[in-house]
């Protein structure tokens, strides 16, 4: 049956959400959930559908995984910082725990920030829009700060300074005795390990930032100076990934080579499948974007961790789960 006591506790949410941005100057945008293209991420699965007009003709649509490309477009226009709570599609991903096709999203910019900034701007956040009536003993504990390289190094017992040479990582994966195929990628393998060993024992009772990502894994964040990895973050509580946050890319060369070179790996990962490959905008890559720092969060698994749930369906009202099930 319907939850509506959670869906009351995800109102308050969405609203406590909105009030702190608005009241810290952040403009709230709303921005299309249907795109004729979307950012090349070839690790995200995306829906398509069909878009039919007798005067304007037919042509293919894709549902968006997330609200980035459209609101870079603002940040470029000039709209200053900003924030919206929309609903984003990815597939081929799990049913139940953590996942569900139809998502509710948080994605904010900060225009002038960085991404060490993002991080005080999301502890504030959170603590600002906690629940009333709700005990919640991660909120008590000093959130941890961790790079990757030092997250890998104390869980997994890999040193990511010589991990930039496939080789080591590999040997590394069959000692923790894993099995990395002869030709499997290097973010392929350092995901194995990564999964296996590091995400499961990061701390469950606080919240966890997990700086420095590997540049190896491609994104549009900027390059950390002097060191392998990418101004990016990820913060997880209680063992859930909550949100993903990025010194955004702001060079226009930059951007076209990584456009360029995930889209055709997109490409030629997807034929012959029934993964749909979206194309992209070749404008998105002329546009200055300002410096700024833009952060996701899935609103549906913050609610869950709020509400002391390791599992976001009993709170939806309609999982796609259970109405593939009818």
Not at 280 to 286: G, H, K, L
Request: proline content about 6%; some cysteine.
């Amino acid at each position: 049956m319907y939850n509506f006591d959670a869906a009351r506790k995800r109102s308050e949410l969405l609203m406590n959400i909105r009030t702190y941005f608005i009241d810290k100057g952040y403009l709230e945008v709303s921005t299309p959930t249907l795109s004729p293209y979307l950012i090349p991420e070839p690790t995200i699965k995306t829906f398509g559908t069909r878009f039919v007009n007798e005067f304007e003709g037919s042509r293919d649509l894709y549902m968006i995984p997330s609200p980035e490309i459209f609101m870079k477009k603002l940040l470029a226009a000039g709209s200053g910082s900003i924030f919206q709570i929309s609903q984003c599609f990815r597939n081929a991903e799990q049913l139940g725990d953590v996942h569900n096709p139809e998502f509710t999203m948080l994605e904010y910019y900060t225009v002038g920030a960085d991404d060490r900034d993002s991080i005080a701007i999301t502890m504030e956040m959170i603590e600002k829009t906690k629940l009333k009536g709700i005990e919640e003993p991660w909120l008590r504990e000093k959130p941890l700060i961790i790079s990757m390289h030092e997250a890998m190094l104390k869980y997994a017992g890999v040193d990511m300074d010589k991990a930039e040479d496939i080789s080591y990582l590999r040997e590394e994966a069959i000692r923790l005795g894993l099995e990395p195929g002869e030709n499997e990628s290097w973010d392929d393998t350092f995901n194995r390990i990564f999964l296996t060993y590091t995400e499961p024992s990061l701390p469950k009772d606080r919240q966890v930032y997990l700086t420095d990502y590997p540049d190896k894994i491609a994104c549009l964040a900027k390059h950390s100076d002097g060191k392998p990895t990418k101004k990016r973050w990820e913060m997880y509580i209680s063992g859930i990934e909550i949100a993903n946050c990025y010194d955004e890319e702001t060079d226009k060369e930059a951007t076209r080579t990584y456009f360029s070179e995930e889209y055709r790996k997109m490409e030629n990962e997807r034929q012959g499948t029934e993964y749909v490959t979206p194309p992209y905008d070749p404008s998105f890559t002329d546009l200055s974007i300002p410096q700024s720092s833009g952060g996701a969060m899935g609103l549906d698994r913050l609610l869950a961790v709020h509400l002391g749930l390791n599992c976001i369906e009993p709170l939806l009202l309609f999982p796609l789960s259970d109405m593939l099930r009818q």
